[in-house]
């Protein structure tokens, strides 16, 4: 399978533990987007990168959350100190450079108690 | 500010008929619009997508009709099925120069 994966596909954890979530974009695509989504709503924009260069970070995107692209393949997205509100499914996008077609993986269901 | 505004929020159509959800935007910036498929558990998946240099595009049963002047976009499904039951999100970009922002989606349930 060539597309976007993301793992794991579901995360329990309790409030105030930190969790990490991985995201593999298709592999010649040079950017990688990270979303939110809570139940009814639409997508929200969290940060995105371009190779390993992080570009814009959304309002949205508290000092609890932080994301890597190291070597412009994978990405992580950690959250400190979970908070009952971050429960939400954390999607990932990634497209190439200069296209706006984004190609979302499954995402990540996290259920904070 | 919700940049992008998407109605219905929900829809009932019988098998065979045609599916109508409805999107606003109000950045003027915008020239990309696509329209995802999102079921249950699962990410969005791109179903089609328009640049306002058209007025309409056409893939299968699924139509995009365009309204620059209006700023409004829509999505058409055409003899829609029980599989097409799930929540259709709109969408728009400034030519992926900004993230996408999203509708709030529309969950539709096509009844045989």
């Known amino acids: 399978d060539t597309g976007v994966s993301q793992d794991p596909r579901h995360k329990i954890t309790k409030r105030g533990q930190n969790v990490t979530f991985r995201c593999d974009p298709i592999?010649?695509?040079?950017?990688l987007y990270w979303y939110r989504q809570t139940l009814g709503q639409g997508p929200e924009f969290l940060t995105y990168?371009?190779?390993?260069?992080?570009?814009?970070k959304s309002r949205l995107l508290s000092d609890r959350f932080s994301a890597e692209r190291p070597k412009g393949s994978f990405s992580t997205l950690e959250i400190q100190r979970t908070e009952q509100g971050d429960s939400a499914m954390y999607l990932c996008?990634?497209?190439?450079?200069?296209?706006?077609?984004?190609?979302f993986g499954p995402g990540t269901r996290l259920t904070v108690l | 500010q919700q940049q992008v505004k998407q109605s219905p929020q929900s829809l009932i159509v019988q098998k065979g008929g045609i599916s109508i959800i409805n999107c606003a935007y109000e950045?003027?910036?915008?020239?990309?619009f696509p329209w995802y498929q999102q079921f249950p558990g699962k990410g969005p998946a791109l179903l089609i997508a328009?640049?306002?240099?058209?007025s309409e595009k056409k893939e299968g049963r699924f139509t995009i009709s365009f309204n620059k002047s209006a700023k409004q976009f829509s999505l058409h499904i055409m003899d829609s099925q029980p599989g097409d039951s799930a929540t259709y999100f709109c969408?728009?970009?400034?030519?992926?120069?900004?993230?996408?922002?999203f509708g709030k989606g529309t969950r539709l349930s096509v009844i045989a």
């Open positions: 996008a990634s497209s190439l450079a200069g296209s706006p077609t984004q190609y």
């Open positions: 592999s010649e695509h040079n950017r």
């Open positions: 990168f371009q190779n390993e260069a992080q570009l814009e």
């Open positions: 950045n003027t910036a915008f020239d990309y």
């Open positions: 328009i640049r306002p240099d058209v």
């Open positions: 969408a728009a970009s400034d030519s992926g120069n900004t993230p996408l922002v």
